[in-house]
Each structure stands twice: as C-alpha cells, then as structure tokens.
C-alpha cells in the first residue's frame, strides 16, 4: 500500500484512518464535500466532490492502489432517498471507479447495524444473518451497500468490510455530545431494565483495524469477501458505562426509566407524526433506538483476531481516560 484514497476522510472514523496511514508515511487523498484543514494539517490532499458523481469518483480513484470507503450518511431519521444515494448509489459509483482505475483493494466501512433484528444479539459471529426488516433507512441502506461490496470481490479487486461497533473517542462528533447534550437537559431515560450490555469501539482501535484490512488484502487476502465485527473485544453494561462517564464530565446520572414496550409504542407514534408533519430534526425516540438502548449487541472478534490479526491496543479504561481529557480540556 502505497497510495491510499480515503471517502470521507474529513469525518471522525476517516480522519483516524488518514492520520494512521500518514503516520506510515503513506500518500493520501481524501474524498469529501468540504477542504479540511485538519486533514491538510496531517500532509493529506483534499478532493472536493460528491460520492453519488461517478465521473468525479472515476477521476478521484486514479493513482491509488487501496480505497478506504468510509463515506456514509449515518444517523436513524431521515428519507429514504439521501440514505440511498449516499449510501448505496455513491457505493456503486465507488466499486465502479475501482474497477476503472485499477485499484487493488477496497476496505468498506459498514456497521453492526446490518445484522441487528430487534432481538438480545450476546457474543454472536459474522455468520448472521443480515436483518429482514430493518427499523431504520440507515441500516436497510447498509446491508445492501455491504453486499454490494463482499459480492464485488474479485481477483483484480479485493474487497472486505468492517463492522466497528459505537466508535467514540476525542474527536467524536455523533455519540458522545448527544449523549452529553441529551443528559445534561434530562431527556435520557434508561430504557428496558437497564442491564443490557453493548459492544464499543474507541477511535484508534476502529482505524488500527482499516490499515490491518488493507495489509490483509495487499497480502494474503485471507480477509477477501469477508465481513468483521470490530469492538474492544468485551461489552460494557451500557447504563452504567454511560453514568459513570456523566459522572467523570458532571453530567447527571440518568436515573429516570421506562419500559421497552413503552419505547417502542412511543417510537412509532414519534415517527408517524414527524413523517406526518414533516418535522424538522430528529424524533426524541423512535423504534430503532429504542430497541438499540434496551437491549444487548455485542458480538465475537474472534474471525477479526484470526484473520487479521486485530487486537485493541487502547483498553476501554485508557481510551475513557483520554475522552475525558479532551472533553474536560485538560489534555
């Protein structure tokens, strides 16, 4: 690997992944809708485009041997349209300008989320199944974007997708600050019985894991056509994981709780009304999350340990330690 084009670099997860591979002294180019400085800062170049233009794609790609395909549209609320074009289209246009430009190996970030039915998933491998009826266009949109990528594999175009579990860390724009933004006003509520526990990635596990893809599939590519679980290799109990770092940021603990059954009634009224009325925003709740804060989903790393020879190197305790630093200031 020597020349790496990352889509969307500039976010979370892909500016991990570019500061990894500038670490190593590999050339990068990142794909987004915006120049940004702290990508440029790491000494990567900015193309400023659109995943969903296939020409502009085509003319990104050329020159590289390995694309990280990070770009999504994530979240749990919004059309279907945006989520499909992002995600599925502009995954189209990526596997597309591949093949056009010659590029060797493909590393596809998909979620968790693919296999998740509304059920306790407790140590669970890759050999489930995708879900039949996803709750969200995000999810239903990434079970056919991981297809199109596992399916796409090939002798002249190798392919692998992860599947990093609740990525958090300093740097985090999606998680941690709805959580915090959301405890501070008093708008969490523990929902079911509060015991359920939950896989989590920190940031630089979740990127350690994109390079040691790519070396896999410049290598032996034992991991071609394969899809990972990538976590910390062991699941926290997510109330209290989450109140105990309130505690750390003085945030209340989130005390107050309600019932699965009621969540999810409450869900879908929430849903109809914002579909409805056309709302601005997100749902306060809405059936995927309420299935997601009530139950279980952590899920075996073992094939990701074998094959790619993944191990976290930041332990939970350490990578909360320097959230909290950063979020504290006093870093």
């Given at each position: 690997?020597?020349?790496?084009?990352?889509?969307?670099?500039g976010g979370f997860v892909g500016l991990a992944v570019v500061r990894k591979l500038r670490e190593r002294g590999i050339t990068v180019t990142v794909v987004g809708r915006h120049?940004?400085?702290?990508?440029?800062?790491?000494?990567?170049?900015?193309?400023?485009?659109?995943?969903?233009?296939p020409a502009f794609m085509i003319g990104a790609a050329a020159g590289h041997?390995?694309?990280?395909?990070?770009?999504?549209k994530a979240g749990i609320w919004g059309g279907d349209d945006e989520y499909y074009s992002i995600n599925v289209t502009g995954t189209e246009n990526v596997l597309a300008?591949?093949?056009?430009?010659?590029?060797?190996?493909?590393?596809?970030?998909?979620?968790?989320?693919?296999?998740?039915?509304?059920?306790?998933?407790?140590?669970?491998?890759?050999?489930?199944?995708?879900?039949?009826?996803?709750?969200?266009?995000?999810?239903?949109?990434?079970?056919?974007?991981?297809?199109?990528?596992?399916?796409?594999?090939?002798?002249?175009l190798r392919t692998t997708a992860l599947r990093p579990?609740?990525?958090?860390?300093?740097?985090?724009?999606?998680?941690?600050?709805?959580?915090?933004?959301?405890?501070?006003?008093?708008?969490?509520?523990?929902?079911?019985?509060?015991?359920?526990?939950?896989?989590?990635?920190y940031i630089d596990n979740a990127a350690d894991a994109?390079?040691?893809?790519?070396?896999?599939?410049?290598?032996?590519a034992s991991a071609a056509g394969e899809a990972f679980f990538i976590s910390q290799g062991e699941p926290v109990a997510l109330w209290q994981w989450i109140n105990d770092l309130f505690a750390r940021v003085g945030v209340p603990r989130v005390t107050r709780g309600m019932p699965l059954t009621r969540a999810l009634r409450a869900g879908r009224l929430l849903e109809l009304v914002y579909s409805f009325l056309?709302?601005?925003?997100?749902?306060?709740?809405?059936?995927?999350?309420?299935?997601?804060?009530?139950?279980?989903?952590?899920?075996?790393i073992a094939k990701a340990e074998k094959i790619l020879g993944y191990h976290p190197r930041v332990s939970e305790r350490q990578g909360v330690d320097r959230l909290v630093a950063w979020l504290t200031g006093a870093n």
């Open positions: 690997m020597r020349r790496a084009l990352v889509t969307g670099g120049r940004y400085p702290a990508v440029e800062a790491l000494g990567a170049r900015c193309l400023v485009g659109d995943i969903r233009d041997d390995t694309v990280f395909h990070v770009a999504a300008a591949c093949r056009k430009q010659g590029v060797r190996s493909l590393v596809h970030t998909s979620t968790p989320s693919v296999v998740f039915a509304g059920r306790d998933i407790e140590g669970d491998d890759e050999t489930l199944p995708y879900s039949p009826n996803p709750l969200c266009h995000y999810a239903a949109s990434k079970i056919i974007a991981e297809r199109l990528v596992l399916t796409a594999n090939s002798e002249t579990h609740l990525v958090w860390g300093p740097g985090d724009t999606q998680i941690i600050p709805r959580l915090l933004e959301r405890g501070r006003r008093g708008r969490l509520r523990v929902v079911g019985d509060g015991r359920n526990r939950v896989d989590i990635c994109h390079l040691l893809a790519a070396d896999n599939l410049a290598g032996t056309h709302l601005r925003g997100e749902p306060p709740m809405t059936r995927f999350l309420a299935e997601q804060l009530a139950l279980s989903h952590w899920f075996s």
